[in-house]
């Protein structure tokens, strides 16, 4: 029989045990492990059966055991430590707090922090993959260093879905349910101790209600949106029921809610619980976006009209791109906005066909117009940037439609380079170790430590895995000789877009089972990664290497985990020694998975992809040397060549490295060891969240909340009122004259640059003019440009025109070229290109329209 409903009752604390339920509900003890310790304490022998979860424990410890801690003076004594350790850390004054983090101006009070989903333990499955752990390490590690972020996101009563295979190895699903009050959350309430519940108004009349459970991780508060309730009908009760729910209208309501209903959540949690008010919004990709057209509206109510308040908007936000896959981003038929928009829906007062414009993505010909997020967050955030430099640029390339005229180089997007949480994914006893202070021996041993963990836990995990594909227990004696501690171990797990190129290793079959069957040089390889559940070109590429590592000749060899999430993953970064990624260059945006492996002195093995192009060095591990000038038409060619340089490098590379013993050296790689370690000290301090908090602190926060400030609704008016003035002014704006002086260019000299502009009826104060730069190729182009401002020189002349000058250096030798052109200057414009006007030599004027450049 079934029960009809649940509910779980919680136990109540004797007094002295009091601070566990303060413990157990800051997630803070997902990672620090001093917390987690004590919390398992509690009872040892459930630690495992509550998958490690306090919350999950203390709910089913028995009233005994709570009696005998009560009354346990060590026990308590632990606890009283652990608690004030919590205190202090959720108080002092951390990095933000301290005087010269505040000396280059005014920091944000508060920054609200938009995802989709939130990765930061596997008690709160709220993931799919790295866009996710990444928000979670973005929380993790803005709490340490005290920057006051709010998180906001969505609660998913199924989470991510559990995978599975089948006897052949085909991927299955299963979506268990999560009960909030097994999880650690606590509603947010009201002073009289109703739930605070935010609406948003549906076609038809209806509305959809949703509560909002908090979250503590560490100092920084987790504000998850949750739709079931009893005020929906059953299909608004159904919007957080997955991750990513399927597409079209499910997907539109999710992210109505995450946007507008988000904005609202926290404008409810400021007035309650008194905290700042963001001054600035980041969106964690596009799904967020619609909290731009919201916080339009709340301008709109207080007077401030359309234009004044997109500009005031666009100051104080901030928009981080992950994906430079079309398919990656989503996209919405602007009927089906149109709809949920306007006329008794949501943001009324907006206009649909502006809120229309804000997100339209021109396509081709005749072609329905597409609602795409990745470009509302675009034009709604004045600030934008990609996950690692190289990203950065393809994104540039990708958005540069967006600005017409102007090179790509010029999009206003910049980069900041992923990182990862290290007390999260740094392995304890690496922790404790502080590698730098080990012998060689001592730091082998302590890898081969690892590497052992992860064998036995993989000989657990495959175990099971074979028993949920219907193996009985007799059939599985072969799983206990399953890898080898001593074996060269590489680690490949991920998500299973078909960009990541799970079956790569497969490509040749043959060469693949000759490197595991290698009689010196064995390497052994665990595999993992979940397939979006509509995907089944992914599915049938994790059945092909199910089914090749099933082979009885090679499975001591090759094994592949399901159902990968944070918990797998922690061992495998620490155990594996080499980390495996062959994606598409340049698909893969960033990628994390390296770097945490990194952190536990794990060498990467990868394509130039990400992160990986902007920090590989030798002495952290092997480059797969790409062929990307094949480009798309031939990517089975490109596919054998890559395969057949990963095979290479594996065994003429890699593999002698990690092997060579030679005489007189203890018996230890003495290379690898090397390798290990520049590995943990030079490439460590760079992968780490706290390094990209710091960069999106000063880097984006700082100027973004500065610019919040500036924009007033006057000066926004002000603003708008000199855009008007200048695209009005800008036919007639014209670089006339051109004329260089009279230098010999020599290296290391200079030229002296005259020009001549007439500027309509604006003043020179109004513009900015600018000499371009750069070497130049047989057609003239300009690469690598570089800009002088050049300053007006005297009044107008007769004709009303403007002289300007300057002096233009030359740093380069050979063939050397420059453009002088005038684009609109305003203290309050973020970018040169924010306007989307141009003038250049012999009338050349570009002016681009449209909701961006308003
Ligand atoms: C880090 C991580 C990812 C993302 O890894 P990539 O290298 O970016 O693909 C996905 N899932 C889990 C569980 C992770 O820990």
Known sequence: MKAIRRFSVRPVLPDPLRPLQELAFNLRWSWHPETRELLRSVAPDDWAA????????????????????????????????????????????????QADTRAGGELPRCIAYFSPEFGITAALPQYSGGLGILAGDHLKAASDLGVPLIGVGLLYRHGYFRQSLSADGWQQEHYPVLDPHELPLAP????????????????????????????????????????????????????????????????????MLLGIGGMRAVRAYCRITGHAEPEVCHMNEGHAGFLGPERIRELGERGVDFDAALRAVRAGTVFTTHTPVPAGIDRFPEELVARHFGESAELATLGTEALLALGRETTEEGAPAQFNMAVLGLRTAQRANGVSVLHGQVSRGMFAWLWPGFDAEEAPIGAVTNGVHAPTWTADAMLRARAATLTDAELWDLRRTL???????????????????????????????????????????????????????????????????????????????????????????????????????IRRRIVFLPDYGMAMARSLYAGCDVWLNNPLRPLEACGTSGMKAALNGCLNLSVRDGWWDEWFDPDFGWEIPTADGLAAEEPDRRDAIEAAALYTLLDEQVGPCFYDRGVGRGGLPIRWLEMVRATLDRLGPRVLADRMLREYVTGFYAPAAASHRAMTAEAAGELAAYARRVREAWPRVAVEHVEPGTEAPTLGGTVSLKVRVALGDLDP?????????????????LADPGYTQLKPDGGPDLEGRWTFTGELTLHRPGPFG??????????????????????????????SSGVLFR
Do not use: C
């Not at 509560?211 to 560490?218: A, L």
């Not at 990513?244 to 992210?255: A, F, K, M």
């Not at 104060?765 to 003239?780: I, K, L, Y």
């Open 188 to 255: 947010l309430t009201e002073a009289d101790g109703s739930r605070t519940l935010v609406q948003l108004a549906l076609p038809g009349g209806r509305a959809l209600t949703a509560q909002i459970w908090q979250v503590r991780v560490g100092r920084v508060p987790l504000l998850l949106l949750d739709s079931d309730h009893p005020e929906n009908g059953p299909a608004e009760r159904d919007v957080t029921d997955r991750l990513y729910g399927g597409g079209g209208e499910h997907r539109l309501l999710q992210e």
């Open 451 to 553: 590497r052992e963990q992860l064998v036995h836990e993989v000989r657990a995990r495959l175990r099971a895995a074979w028993r949920q594909r219907g193996a009985g227990q007799a059939e599985l004696g072969w799983v206990d000789d399953v890898l080898d501690p001593d074996v060269l171990t590489i680690g490949f797990a991920r998500r299973v877009p078909s960009y990541k190129r799970l079956t790569l290793m497969l490509h040749d079959r043959e060469r693949l089972r000759g490197l595991l069957l290698h009689p010196e040089r064995p390497v052994q390889i665990v595999v993992a990664g979940k397939a979006h559940p509509a995907d089944d070109g992914g599915k049938r590429l994790i059945q092909e290497l199910v089914r090749f590592a099933d082979d009885p000749a």
């Open 50 to 97: 509550a998958r490690e979860d306090p919350v999950r424990l203390l709910a089913s410890v028995s009233a005994d055991r709570l009696a005998t801690l009560a009354a346990d003076r060590g026990f308590l004594r632990r606890l009283g430590v652990a608690i004030g350790d919590l205190r202090d850390y959720l108080t002092e004054p951390r990095w933000y707090q």
């Open 765 to 781: 104060g109004a513009v900015e003019v600018q000499a371009v730069t750069g070497r130049v190729d047989s057609d003239d182009t």
């Open 818 to 847: 420059y453009t002088v052109r005038v684009l609109p200057s305003h203290p309050l414009l973020a970018h040169r290109a924010e306007l989307g006007l141009m003038a250049l030599p012999d009338g050349e004027l570009v002016e």
